[in-house]
């Protein structure tokens, strides 16, 4: 008897220290490595520049580009936003202040991405994204393509019973797979709502298959789209109000803008949303909501259309002044 509780004991101890050492590696995987603040976001340096400790927003560079079926180059997409970054104006108008220096801000350096495996590229990310919410801090990633949202959804997912996603987009993003990758940029909402918790409220969209339908229809409980074509006629607290008192993942791809405004896209579209109808709409969110986390994602940069990078970084710190400066 006093054999078999030794045996029992001894194999307790071997399982607690394989998950400690799983936990501890798994730490080390996730490790945030961090840009100096010249090179970071906003390029704050001096007495601008924080820690870590003492940040509330974290920008994550995540420039994958693996299932684009159009026009490519969202791989340099994060670097192109933070390069704009250093040149966006720091007093908020609307604010009427910095608002950085009511939050601090800093970045983590891009991680090497297998662009070959969108999968595992989503693991990476969903870690970063893991960690830096485990430190009560608000993540915001900088895509690539817009098949980063199933990788960073996943923690807030993990985390909020009751999560909803306010998504500008062009494409209703429901295929269930597309060109044979289940994880396409074409599936980036589907993908998303495969998380049975989250609902949708997504605005601008304007292109949406016969394939989608389906889904759409059975999911009309969670999903809500509010369409480009009936712009001039949207009510900004009709779109919020299914925010009201939830937490909210906001998610950015760029083409949502119309495609006069924002060119630097692999899809450029006519018929989208402006500047002011995104700020009207971010702006009333964040004020009956709990704005959580962001992702702004499909930019890809061209030597000539710098305003789109300038446009691409200004929205990411208003997303953070409205979501943290309250």
Known sequence: MLVQILIYILALLTLLHSNTLKLLHFKTMTKLDLLPPDEAFLGLEGEDAVTYENAKAVVIPFGLEASVSYGGGTKDGAQAMLKASHQVELFDEDLWCEPYRQYGVVTVREPEIDNTDIPKALEVLEGLTQTVLDDGKFPIIFGGEHSISAGS??????????????HFDAHADLRDGYNGEHYSH???????????????????IRNISASEIPFLEANRHRINIHWGKDR?????????????????????????FDGSLMAATGTPEPGGIFWDDAMAIIKAASKISNIVGADVNELAPRPELH????????????ILNYALVK
């Open 186 to 204: 074409a599936a980036a909402i589907r993908r998303c709502l495969d998380h049975e918790n989250i609902s949708i409220v997504s605005c601008g």
């Open 232 to 256: 001039k006629n949207w009510n900004i607290d009709e779109i919020v109000a299914p925010l009201k008192g939830r937490p909210v993942y906001l998610t950015f791809d760029l083409d949502g």
């Open 307 to 318: 305003a789109c990078d300038f446009l691409a970084a200004k929205l990411a710190y208003k």
């Open 153 to 166: 959804i996943r923690p807030f997912a993990k985390k909020y019973p009751d999560l909803v996603m306010l």
